[in-house]
């Protein structure tokens, strides 16, 4: 922030006037541009694994064997269109069997399976040093995948749970608020997200709202840390970077 006083600084602090110590110069638009943002209604970014944003760079999805290359590979290009549609990124499918060897694969690499092992669908969340989504382990239950009790369409439950998967893969997390109409398909509950067979991998409005947040927060700063206020000779003294 620019100092808004027209003596020197010395001579503020006589007369006990605050002063804010910047630690980067503002753009011209001001500070509601400025910082990275988390959260809003209907999403959230998972930067309690640490993501903070989607880079740019391209993304490769692999299968971890060839059962789950045959049985995911459509679902997989169906969603891999839809995150390029929200986000910009281009996501590739590719025929590679990788098991990976690594609890996180690195350079954006996205490892999908489907396994008897798991209870429940899931993905992991890994990231770069700077909190940039880097890959991810994709696990899909075999038992769900089989049991149209879940929604009376195995087609429609196949669909809504990969792009589910998948939208965690990248950055997003269960939203903390939402609202309906349709709710967002990254809501914690399977059934979020549109109900037809034609729409079912699509990502609603409030999803697409954490997705250009989170490619947005490539290009802004995380939020300052918590501020160190002290007073000097009566007056209060704020540095933003300490």
Request: aromatic content about 8%.
């Amino acid at each position: 922030m620019k100092i808004r006083i027209g003596i020197p600084v010395a001579v503020g602090v006589a007369l006990g006037l605050i002063v804010s110590i910047p630690d980067r110069a503002e753009p011209a638009s001001g500070p509601a541009t400025l910082f990275q943002v988390y959260e809003g209604t209907g999403w959230k970014i998972a930067t309690g694994n640490g993501i903070k944003y989607l880079a740019s760079s391209s993304w490769t999805i692999v299968f971890y064997d060839t059962a789950s290359r045959t049985a995911l590979t459509d679902h997989a290009k169906r969603t891999a269109y839809e995150l390029k549609r929200q986000t910009g990124v281009n996501f590739y499918v590719t025929t590679n069997i990788n098991k990976g060897s690594t609890t996180c694969p690195t350079g954006r690499v996205i490892i999908m399976r489907l396994t008897s092992t798991a209870a429940r669908s899931s993905a992991s969340q890994c990231h770069t040093t700077t909190g940039a989504a880097d890959g991810s382990r994709a696990t899909f239950a075999l038992a769900n995948w089989q049991n149209a009790k879940l929604s009376n369409s195995n087609a429609i439950y196949r669909r809504k749970v990969v792009s589910h998967e998948l939208g965690h893969s990248v950055g997003l997390s269960h939203p903390s608020t939402s609202t309906a109409t349709p709710s967002p398909l990254m809501r914690g509950e399977v059934w979020g997200g549109y109900k037809s067979l034609t729409y079912a991998a699509q990502y609603t409005p409030q999803d697409t709202d954490g997705f250009k947040n989170l490619r947005a927060n490539a290009s802004k700063l995380p939020p300052p840390t918590a501020s160190l206020t002290t007073t000097v000779n009566g007056a209060q003294i704020h540095d933003p970077r300490r």
